[in-house]
């Protein structure tokens, strides 16, 4: 398949700070998927791929063609690449319908065989309504069909796509997601989709690369991605907020469980398998497996669990004899209304997602609690 | 009245606006597409004939083109006449005359066409020259034919560089704006008037087209305009 090794510096600027892309990709059959903040260096990545920009140092392999090679002299021209790329904003020609479209893409001489190819795509996509207009005068979900289309059409032997749901509402992004599967089901072509959506990555990724700042830092499926990431940086990038730096005070194998201190507070974690009694480890939380209430409401546990002490999270150490195990204050500072819950942010990072009824959103001082299941372990 | 002038003037900027825009098309395509060393030189070189005196063009191309040159030489050979003083040489001063401006807005429309339409067509294989008259010509046309417009309403009003190497032969290489100059010198308004007239009413034909075509639009703009 495709394995790309690049290296690309670029000298800082008066508008641009230095930058380096130098990573090494082993892709697989199937759906790969580029994931990074923006400026991660994935579309240079991409760009490298496709043969639009030349990396000082490397090689590009796709199968068994050499697409770039340093040391050879190698840098095949877009031309060659057989890459079929799908842009964010589609470039589809303005000037051509979509028909032409295809029928650019397919190339010359025009042949009876080409023919019968634009038209098993138009029908395929379900572009025969459209086929006859422009661009411009149809849906946004056409259009990205008509560019999937486009690129497929020439038989390439990767499609790479940039960015493709960049700024599309829920049901476009749907659609496309709808689109991929059948390509996928329908074309033996291997997929790259760069993306700094992390949902996308789970929809389409059968492997996860995760990049940041030029450099690749993770990879994997998906899910052993999201359950382990490798460093604090990825379960950050991965959107989990709740990443903490803990100690371990003690380790129970036999009862599957552990305690962890976490700034000055200590909470039971399920048992730490290859770390030792003294380690520091960083430790994160889904924002959906916390629960958390306003102060005024906590229920009075016998305190078992949280030691007392000045607060590094919040609110101060005298109402900590009515915290109960793995509780601990925060400051609510900012909510945030999703779709079906309410994201609640506090002092210090700390997010939960969950459901609250409406009069206690006023409360300032609230009380989170993390379920010793909840808190995983990042690395190992 | 003589309408030979007037005649001889359309012939010539037609021709020259048809020449301009082959090489120019040509020129500018090289300066947007191809970075080398020299390249703002020769884009200095082209641009040169806006800021150089009628004259002093006309006299560079009398030196190239003159009877002693080696490319007169060469033309007499193959020809059997001069090329000097002939429509050729009128023709070939307009040319100088409006293809800076033809370049200049080529290249900038060419170079304003989004690049990921160009990539698109190479990533789906498409050659260079495919990928130059299908998608990028296409998309910078409307710049380009009103700078085509203006280029003809320039090459229609030449009087230094043509009077330089084609003269001001009546009936034969003298162009409107120099029967203008002559109905003046001989006293003749009413001539001189009307040909100002036709000259006035064309230009600002010109200025139309350029209007209604050179507006700036960006790409996906000039897309919608263009369907």
């Not at chain 1, 890459?83 to 032409?100: D, E, N, R, S």
């Not at chain 1, 422009?134 to 796509?161: M, N």
């Not at chain 2, 989004?114 to 710049?143: I, K, N």
């Not at chain 2, 002559?182 to 308004?189: I, K, M, R």
Request: charged residues 20%; contains cysteine; hydrophobic residues 45%.
């Amino acid at each position: 398949m495709l394995s790309a090794r690049i290296h690309k510096s670029f000298a800082g600027r008066e508008d641009a700070s230095p930058f380096t892309l130098d990573i090494d990709l082993e892709m697989v059959e199937g759906g790969n998927v580029l994931f990074g903040p923006s400026g991660s260096g994935k579309t240079l990545t991409l760009d490298s791929i496709a043969g639009f920009v030349r990396p000082d140092e490397g090689r590009i392999l796709l199968f068994d063609e050499i697409l770039y090679d340093s040391r050879a002299g190698v840098h095949l021209k877009p031309q060659r690449r057989h890459c079929g790329y799908v842009f964010q904003k589609y470039a589809l020609f303005p000037h051509m319908t979509l028909k032409q479209n295809l029928e650019f893409a397919a190339g010359v001489p025009k042949s009876l065989e080409k023919r019968r190819k634009v038209n098993e795509m138009i029908e395929r996509f379900r572009l025969g309504e459209v086929a006859g207009l422009h661009p411009h005068e149809v849906s946004g979900g056409q259009k990205q069909r008509c560019s999937i289309a486009r690129a497929l059409i020439g038989e390439p032997r990767i499609l790479l796509l940039d960015e493709p749901s960049q700024g599309l509402d829920a049901t476009l992004r749907a659609e496309l997601y709808a689109v991929l599967r059948q390509v996928r089901a329908e074309f033996e072509t291997p997929i790259l989709l760069v993306t700094h959506d992390l949902e996308e990555s789970f929809e389409l990724g059968d492997e996860l690369f995760v990049i940041h700042q030029g450099r690749l830092v993770q990879q994997g499926s998906p899910k052993d991605v999201l359950s382990k990431p490798a460093t604090a940086e990825v379960a950050e990038l991965l959107g989990h907020k709740n990443v903490l730096s803990a100690e371990i005070v003690s380790l129970d194998p036999g009862r599957n469980s552990s305690r962890l201190k976490i700034d000055d507070f200590e909470m039971v974690a399920t048992y730490l398998p290859g770390h030792l009694i003294g380690d520091h480890i960083s430790v994160f939380t889904r924002p959906e497996d916390l629960r958390a209430w306003p102060q005024a409401q906590t229920r009075v546990v016998k305190g078992a669990g949280a030691a007392g002490g000045s607060s590094g999270a919040g609110a101060g150490g005298k109402k900590d004899e009515r915290l109960g195990p793995n509780q601990i204050p925060a400051i609510l500072e900012r909510i945030v209304a999703l779709p079906n819950s309410l994201r609640l942010e506090f002092e210090g990072g700390l997010t939960v997602t969950q459901n609250v009824p409406a009069p206690q959103l006023t409360a300032r001082e609230w009380v989170v609690e993390f379920p010793p299941e909840s808190i995983r372990v990042i690395g190992r | 009245m003589d309408w030979f002038p007037l005649w001889l003037s359309l012939r010539v900027a037609l021709a020259s606006t048809a020449l301009a825009l082959a090489a120019g098309l040509a020129v500018a395509y090289v300066l947007a597409n191809h970075n080398f060393r020299g390249r703002e030189l020769l884009d200095a070189m082209v641009t040169l004939p806006l800021a150089l005196p009628p004259t002093v063009l006309g006299f560079y191309l009398l030196v190239v083109i003159g009877r002693a040159s080696p490319v007169g030489k060469i033309w007499e050979t193959l020809f059997g006449s001069p090329l000097v003083f002939t429509v050729k040489a009128a023709i070939l001063a307009a040319v100088l005359h409006a293809a800076p401006l033809l370049i200049k807005s080529a290249r900038a429309a060419f170079e304003s066409v989004d690049q990921s339409y160009e990539r698109a067509a190479r990533t789906l294989g498409a050659s260079e020259w495919r990928l130059f008259w299908r998608v990028t010509l296409p998309l910078s046309r409307r710049p380009i034919l009103a700078a085509a417009a203006l280029a003809f309403a320039r090459s229609l009003g030449d009087f230094g560089i043509t009077l330089m190497v084609a003269g001001n032969i009546p009936g034969r290489t003298q162009t409107l704006a120099l029967a203008i100059y002559d109905a003046v010198e001989s006293g003749n308004s009413t001539m001189a008037g009307l040909f100002s007239l036709i000259v006035s009413l064309i230009a600002l034909a010109a200025v139309f087209v350029v209007n209604r075509f050179g507006a700036r639009l960006d790409a996906s703009e000039r897309g919608k305009a263009v369907a």
